[in-house]
């Protein structure tokens, strides 16, 4: 499942980053000249951004990139909104002149299931349509947005943040003997299984085709990046395509705020003073949240399919409701508990393998 809301207090991962010690800086560096492209296309599509928040290199979650304030931001400041039509989801593959049609046939056969493998496979279409090319931005409407990805191919400036990610990295010679393991590789395995169902979507669409490790990429990026926006769009009467009724929203890619990380004991640890005053609220009140923005009488549009009138325009992006964000501040979204909140062990240990699984690392370390 997509990144979701907790409704916690998590004091396991709050105590955990107290013992944690203190690693590097909170992250520094130059963000990526594909990200500054993805920005844009997510501007020209009616996304907005604060001119308090950039994107750059985060010491969390992998060492990929995170979103940092520049400025100190309010409680509840609205800090972006994007319209349906500057997200990525399965029903943009339904109006792809290529994969359209075995799209829609599978979604036909697999709803709802089958929008984590149909985004899967438009995400490495894309890629593997625009990834050498340098007029990409022009030859996919989608390739700006695509190539700013982290597909660890030895193309362009995107640091790897899925390079150790178990879907990604070979799980360790001896390490398939416990429970957590067993279940850890029953994961990985159907993980490659979607990755198998990926290429075959794509099997007849005309070179260049992704090889199966474009695939599998294809897979942990939907899995670790998407946000399951499936109950405020079935609450408003959205379906993302339109009156076909296929897309609900299950896995949608926000730009830009898909680079939001996930608080981590040794997130908070590296961030110091940042991750000691995350510390001192609940992690409703530390973290960023979403609200969907009613607009009388308009008309939403994803990906060319429109909404019922008077249906929410846009997503705002609020900022922490009780910390006080200062500048340099790393943000952080909840997106899932991991675990907590289940009545035994084996539940929970369930639970957090599924989150190392999905996202790649588990939060309470």
Known sequence: MPRAHAACVAAVLLAAARVSGSGGGAGSGATPPEVHAAMRWYAERGGSLSPALEVRPSAACGGGLGVFATAPLEPRQVVGSFPLGATVSAACALHDAELGPAARAYLREHAPDGESIVLAAFLAHVRARTRDRPDAASAHAYAAYVNSLPWGDGHGD?????????????????????????????????ARESAAQVGELLAGIAAPRPDAAACLRAVALVASRTFDFSTPLRAAGISLDGDGGLVHGRCVAVPVFDCLNHPSAAALAAHGDAGRRFQEHTILDACLRWRMVPAAGATATAAGGAAAPGAPASIAVLAPSALKVRAGDELWMWYGNAGWGEQNREAWEAKEVKFLAQYGFVPWE
Do not use: K, N
């Not at 943040?161 to 990985?188: C, E, F, K, N």
């Open 158 to 190: 995107v640091p790897d943040s899925l390079a150790a990610h178990p879907l990604i990295a070979p799980l360790a010679a001896g390490s398939a003997g416990g429970a957590r393991d067993v279940q850890l590789a029953q994961h990985v395995a159907d």
